[in-house]
């Protein structure tokens, strides 16, 4: 009889860890790059460490947290280093022009446009790479000034139907900094959200354009691109509609949910 409970225990742990394997295996890989070679948000250890929890809390990914560029590449690494094929997506917050090369930089279209792989940026990631105009094409603009620095921005969601806007009401506000952003086409992205500019100085200084946008998602050749201007402070990968946008932006990206990236101009 002990004999008998011992073998089923032992096919019961192994049934265990045969699923544990296969969930871990199941579960979608994130590469987080935090690289500041320009000006030092606070906020990028904020953001994540939120992209690594909520990996975590939802069970759907794990995040590889670098600070550098080496894993930009499909060129294989030694040392257990992962490259771009062993991801599913890619998020961005970074600044200015970080170090890669032009095999990296192909490297990183190609695993967007033609593996119909996930990237997603926040905040500075407009900021960024100025140099390269493909990347620019590819998240769709670059930063142009903060005109009203960071204060209590009125924010107005156009499309509550996409994955992770339902979070937010029509319109609500936040603490933050909003960027202009210049090389972009609206007849490109799907708008998700604006800066209101009905409820803000739209004279003040260095104020260049009529429409602020925030957040946008668009299909770049076979891939998902998601980026939200939003998280320069701190305070707001606390919140808890933003950490759920997240979670459904990474979704999309991933393409583990569907989402309309139809421009809306």
């Given at each position: 009889m002990k004999r008998f409970q011992w073998i089923m225990t032992g096919i019961l742990c192994a049934a265990m860890m045969v699923a544990v394997s296969a969930q871990d295996k199941a579960k979608k890989k994130l590469l987080v790059?935090?690289?500041?070679?320009?000006?030092?948000?606070?906020?990028?250890?904020?953001?994540?460490?939120?992209?690594?929890?909520?990996?975590?809390e939802t069970g759907l990914w794990d995040a590889y947290l670098r600070t550098d560029t080496q894993l930009i590449t499909k060129k294989k690494l030694?040392?257990?280093?992962?490259?771009?094929?062993?991801f599913d997506a890619i998020f961005f917050m970074t600044t200015g022009d970080i170090p890669l090369d032009d095999q990296q930089k192909a490297d990183l279209l190609s695993f967007v446009r033609e593996d119909g792989k996930g990237f997603l940026?926040?905040?500075?990631?407009?900021?960024?790479?100025?140099?390269?105009?493909?990347?620019?094409?590819?998240?769709?603009?670059?930063?142009?000034?903060?005109p009203w620095n960071t204060f209590k921005a009125p924010v107005k969601v156009l499309d509550r139907r996409f994955p992770g806007m339902e979070?937010?009401?029509?319109?609500?506000?936040?603490?933050?900094?909003?960027?202009q952003t210049k090389n972009f086409f609206p007849e490109k992205v799907r708008l998700l959200m604006t800066l209101d500019t009905a409820k803000v100085d739209m004279k003040a200084k260095n104020v260049k354009y009529e429409q602020i946008p925030i957040t946008w998602a668009k299909q770049y050749g076979k891939g998902r691109v998601f980026y939200c201007g939003l998280g320069h402070l701190p305070q707001a990968w606390e919140r808890q509609d933003f950490q759920k946008m997240w979670v459904e932006a990474v979704k999309w990206a991933m393409g583990l949910i569907p989402g309309?990236?139809?421009?809306?101009?």
């Amino acid at each position: 009889m002990k004999r008998f409970q011992w073998i089923m225990t032992g096919i019961l742990c192994a049934a265990m860890m045969v699923a544990v394997s296969a969930q871990d295996k199941a579960k979608k890989k994130l590469l987080v790059i935090g690289m500041s070679a320009g000006f030092q948000h606070d906020s990028v250890s904020d953001a994540m460490g939120t992209l690594y929890k909520l990996g975590k809390e939802t069970g759907l990914w794990d995040a590889y947290l670098r600070t550098d560029t080496q894993l930009i590449t499909k060129k294989k690494l030694s040392g257990n280093a992962k490259n771009l094929t062993f991801f599913d997506a890619i998020f961005f917050m970074t600044t200015g022009d970080i170090p890669l090369d032009d095999q990296q930089k192909a490297d990183l279209l190609s695993f967007v446009r033609e593996d119909g792989k996930g990237f997603l940026g926040a905040h500075n990631a407009t900021d960024t790479l100025y140099s390269w105009p493909e990347y620019g094409e590819m998240i769709g603009g670059y930063f142009d000034l903060h005109p009203w620095n960071t204060f209590k921005a009125p924010v107005k969601v156009l499309d509550r139907r996409f994955p992770g806007m339902e979070n937010f009401p029509d319109n609500f506000e936040i603490q933050d900094e909003i960027y202009q952003t210049k090389n972009f086409f609206p007849e490109k992205v799907r708008l998700l959200m604006t800066l209101d500019t009905a409820k803000v100085d739209m004279k003040a200084k260095n104020v260049k354009y009529e429409q602020i946008p925030i957040t946008w998602a668009k299909q770049y050749g076979k891939g998902r691109v998601f980026y939200c201007g939003l998280g320069h402070l701190p305070q707001a990968w606390e919140r808890q509609d933003f950490q759920k946008m997240w979670v459904e932006a990474v979704k999309w990206a991933m393409g583990l949910i569907p989402g309309d990236a139809t421009p809306n101009p």
